[in-house]
């Protein structure tokens, strides 16, 4: 059986291109789904998760890669990487925080680093796009939780500076109990 939700095979060629030897740097972690694949790969992995109960998780399922349990607008546990992975993580935020965390993430890559990111789109219906309280333009308290979800110009907007888009696709993702619609955008740092 196929692994669900392997997005991350087309992108090895390319981690491993900007790694630069560095490990990968995993901005919301979770259980450690995308560390394990990205350890398989031969990458050392840092991954920082707000939940102790997902970094317990991701340390039992990623022995070899060092976990953080720290909210991700905290100081990062790295000084640079070549690589940043979000997956969906940037989507809790008011959109001045959201871009601050886009710019901290901007500063710790290495010149021509890559961001490998998923958001919440807009037609993530399954995962609260729609009928919950509105906190702001896309952005929903769903659950208890503030959640934002982004269209196209949105993504596009919340990368303008600094980046070079490599790909921009809206994906459906097969890892949760209902299919998940995300915008797949993987960027590269470029000088500003």
Known sequence: MA????????????????????????????????SEVLAAAGHQVVGIDLSSKAIGNARGRVPSATFHCQDIRAP????????????????????????????????????????????????????????????DDDYYMVDGEPKRFFDRAATERLFARGWRTLSLEERVIDRYDHPKWVWETILQKNAD
Request: charged share 15%.
């Open 76 to 135: 990062f546990p790295v000084e640079c990487a070549g690589v940043v992975l979000a997956s969906p993580s940037l989507h809790y935020f008011a959109w001045p925080e959201t871009e601050a965390l886009v710019e901290r993430i901007w500063q710790v890559l290495l010149p021509a680093g890559v961001l490998l990111c998923r958001l919440n789109s807009t037609n993530d219906h399954h995962h609260g796009a729609s009928g919950h309280p509105r906190i």
């Open 3 to 34: 692994p669900r939700d392997p997005w991350l095979a087309r992108w090895l060629p390319l981690i491993g291109e900007r790694a630069a030897g560095l490990p990968v740097f995993e901005l919301g972690c979770g259980g450690g789904r995308d």
